[in-house]
């Protein structure tokens, strides 16, 4: 029977990566007593993979799973586009004090001002050369 390799752990932060490996074997098995489900459970962290029905299932689920599709949306996410400035314009704000206006009110007004795009795109910028992530 072939043996089919499991991914390390995608959690960053997993002891697992100590070793660089995920150790196979029954241990890493979940099999509740009602039902046959399968998952890749991380022997390490509280990290599991998606259940099936199969441990093949489990496993592909688990090996999908960790090859780590989310770095691409995260640069996408990153990137300046029509998609992001839609996503990202007004969505941030913050409160500027500003004296009432009402003469009888000495208590100043919070206004709120929305972060521009371009600040938007300068934050993205210095996420991404941080990631290494920069084109
Ligand atoms: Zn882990």
């Known amino acids: 029977m072939d043996k089919v390799t499991l991914l390390p752990c995608p ?16 241990d890493i ?10 998952r890749v459970q991380c022997p390490y962290c509280p990290v599991k993979g998606p259940t099936a029905s199969t441990e093949q299932q489990a496993i592909t689920a688990w090996n999908t799973r960790a090859t780590a599709p989310d770095s691409e949306k995260l640069r996408e ?18 409160d500027v004090m500003f004296p009432s206006l009402d ?5 100043p007004v919070p206004h709120p001002v ?21 084109s």
């Open 103 to 107: 003469e009888d009110d000495d208590e």
């Open 29 to 38: 098995w979940q099999h509740p007593a009602l039902s046959p489900v399968y």
């Open 114 to 134: 929305t972060v521009p795009w371009d600040t938007i795109k300068e934050i993205m910028a210095a996420i991404a050369s941080r990631a290494g992530a920069s």
């Open 11 to 26: 959690n960053p932060w997993c002891g697992s990566h100590d070793d660089d490996a995920v150790p196979e074997g029954e």
């Open 77 to 94: 996410a990153l990137t300046p586009s029509g998609d992001t400035k839609a996503a990202y314009s007004g969505e941030f704000k913050f």
